[in-house]
């Protein structure tokens, strides 16, 4: 008999725990992208010397941006990733629509975005405490060494949005080559365009002001709701593009 | 028994006179229930729809009666009716072909009658 | 009650037309073969019922709703092929488990039982397996999920004789046990008619006969004898099939629509009657062109 009253968000709940067992490769995919960073970072971002008689002062530079920026490649990809034949098959092996799809596959988007803003921050404390041990105590100068962990959580919190409009992103962006394939070449000939008009023009502000809108937002509950309505924009659009697709042709 | 799939018969008139010969053998007796559509279906390998068919015939033949809620049933008379219709439509349709192709081959009757003889014979001779 | 009406369903891909104005119904717990040639239409009109595809044209509905992209259609119905994507990172009888946890009405006994009786091993992946295993797990999907609706697009392919023979009683026993509609598609006729009740055959993407398998089996004839005494029967009669077998000899397959009578006739002037297998029918009733093989190598 047919049966009514499979609720959404019931099937959202099974196709999400589906997913994490499913990819959880790419948790492992975050990892190793993290271990390369701060592999990258440990050998210093930059480096200044200088000397007077018989005093020479060297200065090497040390920043866990590195694992961030990595971190967001990371959710980028991951979220083109889920918009890819492959992995939206995999909503259709058993129950749902894509609806469901869209909506779990974002919940898998945050849930991972989590998890990369937990281990980008608690990568930067790595950083610090592998330069402690290779560079010894007293060689290091900075005002930012020692954080509280009330400025942890915040870093933790703010890279986990940033990771999240990341995703937003990617998974427009994958949605968008989806539908078709043209766009493989116009987005980054968009990107690319953009960057080389930014920089032959030097007044570009709409770009300027896109960057600033998200980027240099000094207060912070400002950020959140900004950060919210931007993903929000971006997931949304994604899911209405994607409403009308056919699976397995 | 082995359903013959070739399609020189429907499978439910093969169906139907299975079950004739399973009455006719008393392998089910009067007033006894006849299989389901559903064990015939299992036992036959065969939609259950197909089996039913087989049952409607009979059933519409009086050879089996439906009891509302319990199934089908073997008529009294079922084992009489079934010879007198297999008098009446195989043999006779058998001797029709017999007699058709008798003549294809320019057979006289009297050949055929003693050919008739011969086998009947032999099939006292077996037993 | 019809759990799948469709009227005028047409599907374009493109400029090519892959459905043309299909109307049918079918029926709640019957099992229905979709029967035609390669590139008929068959798997995307399962497709469409399953909702994974757009119809262009026409109307469908699948218990009353549109089943494109709907979340009740999909939750009561399994759909089963050849290429079904299957995870590869799962193990088979994760993947069995995952099926209990999304479909109510699972029966994970059977799915561990035919697991083990077609000696799939329960830690392989699907990738590793062959075609033909892969069919079979798929099949065993298909049964285990006890769908209100289960499509089954070729599912035989690959399949030894042996393993199509035990999967299509094991789908008529859990049938017969709990009733639902199947439909299934094949172009082999033969092997699944036995377990059918009806059959939709359909022809370049249009539908040529819908019926009950043994209206079929007795829809078509076959007459064998001479030319002119065939010409003079078939006359007026619907010809399926027209075949040349020896000097004067043909061999006619006409809609059987002759009486008792008329039979006699023909028999006393020398002409075979010869059933037609639903198969074979549907060969002649599904044949491209006109004269079949041959009329390639006559240089016509």
Redesign the interface.
């Given at each position: 008999m047919f049966s009514t009253g499979n609720s959404l968000l019931e099937t959202v709940k099974k196709q999400y725990n589906f997913k994490l067992r499913l990819y959880m490769n790419l948790f492992i995919s975050l990892v190793v992208v993290q271990v390369i960073a701060i592999l990258f970072t440990a050998g210093g971002t930059g480096s200044y010397g200088t000397g007077t008689g018989n005093i020479y002062f060297y200065e090497k530079f040390y920043s866990s941006n590195i694992i961030i920026a990595f971190t967001l490649l990371w959710a980028f990809f991951a979220a083109v990733l889920l918009t890819t034949r492959d992995y939206r098959d995999m909503d259709f092996v058993f129950i749902g629509n894509r609806l469901s799809s869209n909506i779990s596959n974002m919940g898998f988007l945050v849930t991972a975005s989590l998890a990369g803003g937990f281990t980008a921050v608690l990568g930067g404390v790595l950083l610090r405490v592998i330069l402690y041990y290779s560079l010894g105590p007293y060689n290091i100068l900075s005002d930012y060494y020692f954080v509280s962990l009330g400025d942890l959580s915040r870093a933790v919190l703010a890279t986990f949005l940033y990771l999240i409009l990341a995703c937003a992103l990617g998974y427009f962006c994958g949605i968008l080559v989806q539908l078709s394939k043209a766009f493989v070449v116009i987005l980054p000939a968009l990107f690319f365009g953009t960057l080389i008009t930014v920089s032959a023009m030097e007044e570009a502000h709409l770009v300027d002001y896109v960057f600033n809108f998200i980027v240099e937002e000094s207060s912070f509950t400002l950020f959140l709701v900004k950060v919210i309505f931007t993903a929000a924009i971006l997931f949304g659009s994604s899911l209405l593009l994607s409403n009308r697709l056919e699976v397995r042709k | 028994m082995k359903l013959n799939t070739d399609g020189t018969k429907p499978l439910y008139v093969q169906i139907s006179q299975w079950l004739e010969t399973e009455i006719l053998s008393g392998n089910i007796q009067k007033d006894e229930k006849i299989y389901s559509q559903y064990q015939l279906a299992e036992m036959f390998n065969i939609n259950p729809a197909t089996a039913a068919k087989g049952l409607n015939i009979l059933a519409d033949e009086g050879i089996l009666y439906k009891r509302r809620g319990l199934g089908m049933f073997v008529s009294p008379r079922a084992k009489e009716k079934i010879l007198k219709k297999r008098k009446n439509d195989t043999l006779r349709q058998l001797v029709w072909e017999l007699v058709t192709e008798s003549e294809h081959l320019g057979v006289e009757e009297e050949e055929l009658f003693k050919m008739i003889r011969e086998v009947k014979e032999e099939g006292r001779d077996d037993k | 009650m019809s759990?799948i009406e469709c009227r005028d369903l047409t599907k374009n891909?493109g400029k090519i037309r892959a459905l043309n104005n299909l109307s049918f119904n079918i029926e709640e717990n019957?099992?229905t073969g979709l029967v035609g040639r390669n590139g008929a239409g068959k798997s995307t009109l399962l497709?469409i019922m399953a909702?994974?595809?757009?119809k262009t044209e026409g109307e469908i509905k699948v218990?009353g709703e549109d089943p494109f992209?709907?979340?009740?259609v999909?939750?009561?119905m399994i759909f089963i092929d050849d290429n079904?994507?299957?995870?590869q990172?799962?193990s088979l009888i994760e993947?069995l488990e995952?099926?209990s946890?999304?479909?109510?009405n699972w029966d994970m006994d059977i799915a561990r039982g035919l697991l083990d009786y077609f000696s799939l091993a329960p830690g392989h992946f699907h990738s590793h397996l062959s075609r033909g295993l892969k069919s079979t797990f798929n099949v065993i999907v298909g049964i285990a999920a006890r769908c209100?609706l289960t499509l089954l697009d070729e599912p035989t392919t690959g399949m030894d004789a042996a393993v199509r023979k035990d999967f299509?009683?094991a789908l008529?026993?859990d049938y017969?046990k709990h009733p639902r509609t199947i439909i299934v598609s094949s172009h082999l006729l033969?092997e699944i008619?036995?377990?059918?009740?009806e059959v939709l055959l359909i022809r370049e993407g249009a539908k040529y006969l819908h019926m009950?398998?043994?209206d079929l089996?007795?829809y078509g004839i076959g007459l064998l004898g001479k030319k002119e005494i065939l010409e003079k029967i078939i006359e007026g009669e619907e010809v399926f099939h027209r075949e040349e077998l020896g000097k004067d000899t043909y061999y006619y397959v006409i809609r059987n629509t002759l009486k008792d009578q008329k039979v006699?006739e023909i028999?006393?002037a020398?002409v075979e009657i010869k059933?037609?297998?639903?198969e074979?029918l549907c060969v002649y009733l599904t044949a491209g062109k006109k004269g079949g093989i041959d009329s390639v190598f006559n240089g016509k």
């Open positions: - | - | 759990i891909f019957t099992i497709k909702g994974y595809l757009q218990w992209n709907n979340l009740q999909s939750a009561n079904m994507p299957m995870p990172t799962l993947i995952w099926g946890k999304f479909y109510k209100p299509y009683r008529l026993k017969l033969n008619q036995d377990i059918l009740e009950s398998i043994s089996k007795e006699q028999k006393l020398g059933p037609v297998t639903a074979d």
